[in-house]
């Protein structure tokens, strides 16, 4: 069984900088696809960015892309989220999902495994 842990949330003001970790344990993660999503009050969970097993291409929702960076840690079994230039917008609960598979995908439902969240908020 795989257990991911989140942390790295908070208050943050807008134009600021958070880094988020999620720290894997029971099975070593390298050849598995990681990804973040988030989900605000009243909203679906969404796709925010993922990285691949191997290789480690990465990929992003066009809403985050060019101010969040997704990269992982093998040896830490562990991902990161660097969140830079944070907007009000992106104020939400913070997800780190585990995908059986090298692959990334966007899709929620796809993940395996999933951690308890790390709340963010973006002050204005």
């Known amino acids: 069984q795989v257990q991911l842990v989140e942390s790295g949330g908070g208050l943050v003001q807008a134009g600021g900088s958070l880094r988020l970790s999620c720290a894997a344990s029971g099975r070593t993660l390298s050849r598995y696809a990681m990804g973040w999503f988030r989900q605000a009050p009243g909203k679906e969970r969404e796709f925010v960015a993922a990285i691949n097993g191997i290789g480690g291409s990465t990929y992003y929702a066009d809403s985050v892309k060019g101010r969040f960076t997704i990269s992982r840690d093998n040896a830490k079994n562990t991902v990161y989220l660097q969140m830079n230039s944070v907007k009000p917008e992106d104020t939400a609960v913070y997800y780190c999902?585990?995908?059986?598979?090298?692959?990334?995908?966007?899709?929620?439902?796809?993940?395996?495994?999933w951690g308890q969240g790390t709340q963010v908020t973006v002050s204005s």
């Open positions: 999902a585990a995908r059986i598979s090298a692959i990334s995908a966007v899709v929620p439902s796809t993940y395996d495994y």
